[in-house]
């Protein structure tokens, strides 16, 4: 199986009101887990990318053979994007040249004006090659990769210039953030998100941040046009507590114990066992590959 664009499932996602999940990925065990996890379910995935992690991967290029070589090796069937997330204006012409098929252009801390002369550009240059494009309007909440943000709500109609530009998805704050959700959120805006949905005329809304948003809002922004759902902090929290719990249980002093082989496996099965939880309980994407 080939990467792929994410404009196909994410359209069929849609129209069938389900979501695909964007699972962001920071090493080899990231990529492993998610894709294994998918392939059981028979989900679609998108692997997303920020900008720090493919630095820290050693690069874009470098990313993506560790995706196409671990879905060779273990055969993977499901169709997967690798996805920018997060991108800048010229990080998004490297994930192109590198052979992303899916990035993301977050232009929401510019002016409207210089984010939609930017958008236009890269939706353009993206769809030459094929590849599918996401774009943002209004802040998501809290910190990525160096980019902070409030939270701001997104205006409808800034979001229609945006779409009409032809982008295939669009990412729009609702007052959804990035990291842990404080204990007094007052939750998503689903007012505004529903006025989105209508002068967008029905564009695939991405929901950022899904990591700690409950279940039942989640399906709720589903039903309201949500095609993308992005999670990154709940696989990180879940990797954390199994090796945490791995060393504290004695692990490491076990014959071998200390082989990163399997330190590490309990935090990789971890995050294999939420992506299959999350695909067949929270999005509904089982069984749509």
């Avoid at 943002?136 to 809290?142: A, F, L, T």
């Avoid at 990154?232 to 990797?239: A, D, L, P, R, S």
Wanted: proline share 3%.
């Amino acid at each position: 199986m080939m990467l792929v664009s994410a404009t196909e499932m994410i359209n069929k996602a849609h129209e069938g009101h389900y979501a695909i999940a964007q699972f962001n990925i920071n090493n080899m065990e990231w990529i492993k887990a998610i894709l294994l996890g998918c392939e059981a379910k028979k989900s679609p995935v998108i692997l997303g990318v920020s900008e720090g992690a493919a630095k820290y991967m050693c690069g874009y290029k470098n990313a993506v053979d560790m995706v196409k070589n671990i879905m060779d090796f273990y055969g993977i069937t499901v169709p997967v994007a690798i996805h920018l997330d997060h991108g800048t204006y010229e990080g998004a012409k490297k994930a192109i040249e590198a052979g992303f098929t899916s990035v993301m252009f977050d232009g929401s801390h510019f002016p409207i004006e210089e984010n939609i002369e930017k958008s236009k550009e890269l939706i353009e240059l993206a769809h030459s090659k094929g590849i599918s494009i996401e774009c943002e309007v209004g802040g998501i909440g809290g910190e990525e990769d160096g980019v902070i943000s409030n939270g701001e709500v997104a205006s409808p109609e800034e979001c229609a210039e945006i779409a009409g530009l032809g982008v295939d998805f669009l990412a729009a704050g609702i007052g959804n953030i990035h990291g842990k959700y404080p204990a007094d959120w007052k939750g998503l805006n689903f007012e505004v998100l529903e006025e989105i949905q209508n002068k967008t005329d029905g564009k695939p809304l991405v929901l950022h941040g899904g990591s700690g948003i409950p279940q039942e809002m989640v399906k709720k922004a589903i039903t309201l046009g949500v095609s993308k759902v992005n999670v990154n902090t709940e696989c990180q929290i879940v990797f954390a507590d199994a090796t945490k719990k791995y060393i504290e249980d004695g692990g490491i002093d076990k014959p071998k114990g200390y082989d990163p082989r399997k330190l590490l496996k309990p935090g990789a099965d971890a995050i294999q066992g939420l992506v299959e939880d999350y695909v067949v309980n929270f999005f509904g994407s089982a069984d749509k590959a």
